[in-house]
């Protein structure tokens, strides 16, 4: 936090765009304590607004992430068709990918957006699996503002209180998604078979590369 506090009072806005973007394009980085350390140096020193900052942390957010889906759809589509079945990624649970996207895919990555490591990745899983652009675009966008509001504002509004208890709030928000995501896997896993053939009939005919 101190490191990064320290390129946001040399370089300002500049370190959170950086930090943020890259995070959502795909490099495991630390937005989410930029985007803190941003707020709550603008509540303390006043060296920056936080309506910049929040916008900043939001716009950079959409942006990387939809750099990060571009890639997943060009070259994260192409692997799982290539080479998914070396790691058991059969042309059926592919599609079947392709179809929890199709249906559930706003929710994953508004979701995404609050919780590390599938803040990182959500913009390249959504491209591979062939999230409808439009569906992408407004879940990433709407995610992405909510997330920078709460968290910016929030530790603007509380100083280094917040700081306290941003651990907590993540370790919580983690839990939970993570349990809703083992109950998720379970239920794909008993009625895997099923869940395929909807996704066929849903989306019939061969996979093809882009």
């Known amino acids: 936090m101190h490191f990064i506090a320290h ?12 930090i943020v973007g890259l995070e959502c394009v795909g490099i495991p980085l ?47 589509h192409w692997l799982l068709l ?16 392709q179809y929890l996207f199709l249906r559930h ?3 994953i990555v508004f ?4 919780v590390p490591v599938l803040r990182t990745f959500a913009g390249v899983f959504a491209g591979a699996n062939i999230m409808p652009s439009r569906d992408f675009l ?12 709460a968290y910016g504002y929030g530790a603007y509004a509380l100083g280094r209180e917040f700081e306290r208890l941003e651990g907590p709030l993540v370790i919580f928000v983690v839990v939970i998604t993570v349990i809703a995501f083992i109950v998720g896997a379970m ?12 996704a066929e009939r849903a989306m019939p005919g061969p996979l093809e590369l882009p």
């Not at 390129?7 to 950086?18: K, P």
């Not at 716009?59 to 990387?64: D, S, W, Y």
């Not at 979701?111 to 609050?114: D, E, G, L, S, Y």
């Not at 239920?187 to 909807?198: G, M, P």
């Open 105 to 107: 895919g706003g929710k």
């Open 82 to 97: 290539r080479h998914g079945h070396y790691v058991g990624m059969s042309t059926g649970r592919i599609k079947l990918g």
């Open 187 to 198: 239920f794909v896993h008993r009625h895997e078979a099923q869940l395929i053939a909807e």
């Open 30 to 76: 630390p937005g989410e304590t930029a985007l803190l350390a941003a707020a709550v140096y603008a509540g303390t020193k006043h060296d920056l607004n936080i309506v910049a900052v929040i916008a900043t942390a939001a716009g950079a957010a959409i942006v990387g992430r939809m750099i990060g889906y571009v890639i997943g759809r060009g070259f994260g």
């Open 138 to 149: 407004v879940a990433n966008t709407v995610g992405s503002i909510v997330w920078a509001v």
């Open 7 to 18: 390129l946001i009072h040399v370089y300002g806005l500049v370190t959170v765009a950086a």
């Open 111 to 114: 979701v995404a957006q609050f």
